[in-house]
C-alpha cells in the first residue's frame, strides 16, 4: 500500500513569511509524527498525535511552531514569522497505534530553506 | 528525559568486512530500540528492531544486541557490501511515550 506522503517536497521561502507543511500518513496508522532533520545531524523530536488524544507537543521549539490532525488523516505543521535556523528536513511518521513500541515508517520529508 | 548516545560518528570498511555501531540510553524504562538506514537525500528506512524482552535479534546479514543492565545496544551488519554504504541512525522509545529518542548518526562507507 501507499506509505507516508509528504508535500511540498521541497520548500524556499523569504525569513518572516509563515509555512505549511502537509503530512498523510499509512491508512490504518492512528499515530502521527513530526520530526527535524537539520543538515548532517539527527532527527529531533516536535510532536507526536495518537489518534483523538491531545497531541505531545514537548519537543516543539517555539511558539511559531504548531500542528494540527484531522482525526486520523492529515496533518499539518505550520511554522509561523520564519527565521534561518528554521532551515532543515521536516520528517512525517506513521504507526499502526501510538504505543511505544510500534514501528515507526517516515515519508521523504519537505526540505525547508529560508533566506 | 532520554538521552542516546551512538559511536562511532563514522565508520569506514573493506567489502566483506563486519561493522558494528554501538549506542547507550539513559532511561531505563525505555523498552523498543530501531535501527534505521539513511541514503544521502532518502527517508529513513526501518532496518531491523528490537524490544526489551529479547536480548538479540537477527535478520540475514544484520543482527542487534540489547544489553538492558547496561543499557547499551548494538548494530552487527557482517559481509558488507558497498549498497551498505550510508548513514546509520539508534532510536530509543520510552514506554510512557510514542515519540523516539535518536541518535545522532554514524556514517558507514563501505570500499570495495
Known amino acids: 500500500g501507499a506509505g507516508v506522503s509528504q508535500s511540498p517536497s521541497n520548500k524556499v521561502t523569504e525569513k518572516g513569511k509563515d509555512v505549511e507543511l502537509r503530512c498523510d500518513p499509512i491508512s490504518g496508522h492512528t499515530a502521527l509524527y513530526w520530526y527535524r532533520q537539520r543538515l548532517g545531524q539527527g532527527l529531533e523530536f516536535l510532536i507526536y498525535?495518537?489518534?483523538?488524544?491531545?497531541?505531545?507537543k514537548s519537543g516543539l521549539p517555539s511558539d511559531r511552531f504548531s500542528a494540527e490532525r484531522t482525526g486520523e488523516s492529515v496533518s499539518t505543521l505550520t511554522i509561523q514569522r520564519t527565521q534561518q535556523e528554521d532551515s532543515a528536513v521536516y520528517l512525517c511518521?506513521?504507526?499502526?497505534?501510538?504505543?511505544?513500541?510500534?514501528?515507526?515508517?517516515f515519508g521523504d520529508g519537505t526540505r525547508l530553506s529560508i533566506l | 528525559g532520554e538521552n542516546v548516545e551512538q559511536h562511532p560518528s563514522t565508520l569506514s570498511v573493506q567489502e566483506g568486512d563486519s561493522a558494528v555501531i554501538k549506542c547507550t540510553y539513559s532511561d531505563s524504562a525505555s523498552n523498543y530500540f530501531p535501527w534505521y538506514k539513511q541514503e544521502l537525500g532518502k527517508r529513513p528506512q526501518l532496518i531491523i528492531d528490537?524490544?526489551?524482552?529479547?536480548g538479540e535479534k537477527k535478520d540475514q546479514r544484520i543482527a542487534v544486541t540489547l544489553n538492558k543492565t547496561a543499557k547499551h545496544f548494538s548494530l552487527h551488519i557482517t559481509e558488507t557490501q558497498p549498497e551498505d554504504s550510508a548513514v546509520y541512525f539508534c532510536?530509543?522509545?520510552?514506554?510512557?511515550?510514542?515519540?523516539?529518542?535518536f541518535g545522532k548518526g554514524t556514517k558507514l562507507s563501505v570500499k570495495p
Open positions: 498525535f495518537q489518534g483523538n488524544s491531545a497531541p505531545d
Open positions: 511518521a506513521s504507526s499502526v497505534t501510538g504505543s511505544s513500541n510500534q514501528p515507526q515508517h
Open positions: 532510536a530509543a522509545s520510552v514506554r510512557s511515550q510514542g515519540n523516539l529518542i
Open positions: 528490537i524490544r526489551s524482552n529479547v
